[in-house]
């Protein structure tokens, strides 16, 4: 059967993007290397052409010079034209990336498309808004037992805040005028009591101490309040 149809051939997978642009990049390589050398050899030859003199011998060297020169321009144009494929398969490869991206963006977008869908099938926004609303009565309730609670027994409710003011107001005017006159507060002066011992009681003034004593037996003090030395006793 081989023989009459003949057998399948294996064919090979045509080279990818990368392969070619490596493929071209080794190549421009090479004749890189090419121009190198030429350029080492062009260099040589100039050097003995300013170091022979005009004749025979010089036209020699410039001529080999001249063929270098061709090689090294043919090379150099090879070289453009590699560098100019690489950039093409650059291009393409750029674009083949951002297709690949474009459809791996596409791919995710459907797939959370799809779950935003199934997510919004469980929630609705007229549940929302009665959650919101029983949310804002409770608030309220749980105000007004604040309130409530807050509340004084002590204070009427009838208390006009104005008139409240006011009297504060007449209370720290008279307090500054306290202060102004005696230069201390009423409510700071030490309270002054009577002399219940002399007013109410009637007692009579203690006894004087030197009352019926001689004088001569009277001691005198120094300045003091010690007993005086007598002068006979500092003379001796």
């Not at 674009?95 to 474009?102: C, I, S």
């Amino acid at each position: 059967m081989r023989r009459v149809f003949g057998a399948k051939k294996n064919t090979e997978p045509p080279p990818s993007i990368q392969d070619a642009s490596d493929r071209i990049n080794k190549r421009g390589d090479s004749v890189e290397e090419k121009i190198k050398k030429l350029d080492v050899e062009l260099c040589k030859y100039k050097e003995q052409i300013k170091n022979t003199r005009p004749g025979p011998a010089q036209e020699a060297v410039k001529a080999r010079a001249m063929r270098v020169l061709k090689q090294k321009k043919m090379y150099e144009g090879q070289r453009d034209m590699l560098y100019n494929q690489t950039f093409n398969l650059d291009q393409v490869s750029f674009a083949a990336e951002g297709l690949k991206d474009a459809q791996q963006t596409m791919t995710a977008l459907k797939s959370a498309n799809k779950e935003l869908k199934g997510m919004m099938k469980t929630v609705k926004l007229q549940d929302i808004d009665n959650l919101q609303d029983e949310m804002m009565d409770l608030m309220d309730v749980s105000s007004e037992i604040q309130e409530t609670l807050g509340r004084s027994y002590s204070v009427p409710d009838g208390l006009d805040e104005d008139d409240l003011m006011g009297e504060l107001e007449a209370l720290e005017a008279d307090m500054g005028d306290e202060t102004e006159a005696d230069g201390m507060p009423s409510y700071l002066q030490p309270d002054k009591e009577p002399d219940y011992y002399n007013d109410e009681l009637n007692l009579p003034a203690p006894p004087n101490r030197q009352t019926g004593a001689p004088s001569s037996r009277v001691q005198a003090e120094d300045e003091f309040g010690l007993p005086a030395v007598p002068q006979a006793s500092l003379r001796g």
